[in-house]
């Protein structure tokens, strides 16, 4: 059976820094693409960023670049998410996803093409 757990998330002040991590059981985990997704009420679900297998391929959502990091050590069948200079409309749920390619790709932002999630971690930035 595939687990798929979140952790991390929080209640953080505008400009400040939160690390989610997400820890995984029941997949190989080193022959999966990662990606990190997030739904804000009222909105759609949106990736956020991606890394392939072997921690290459990273990818991430224009609104987030230069300031969120992903990377993943495959040993722990672990992934995480750096997010620093917190903005109020990072503000949302923040979920996990396993996707069986080993490169992110250009279509890395399709949550359909993924095969297994997590429950989600709430994030709310104050302003």
């Known amino acids: 059976q595939v687990q798929v757990v979140e952790s991390g998330g929080g209640l953080v002040q505008a400009g400040g820094s939160l690390r989610l991590s997400c820890t995984t059981s029941g997949l190989r985990f080193g022959s999966y693409a990662m990606g990190w997704f997030r739904q804000a009420p009222g909105k759609e679900r949106e990736g956020v960023s991606c890394i392939g297998s072997s921690r290459d391929d990273p990818r991430y959502t224009d609104s987030v670049k230069g300031r969120f990091t992903i990377s993943r050590d495959n040993a722990k069948n672990t992934l995480y998410q750096q997010m620093n200079r917190l903005k109020p409309e990072d503000t949302a749920m923040y979920y996990c996803?396993?996707?069986?390619?080993?490169?992110?790709?250009?279509?890395?932002?399709?949550?359909?093409?993924?095969?297994?999630w997590g429950q989600g971690t709430q994030v709310t930035v104050s302003s």
């Open positions: 996803a396993a996707r069986s390619t080993e490169l992110c790709g250009s279509i890395w932002g399709l949550s359909g093409d993924y095969n297994y």
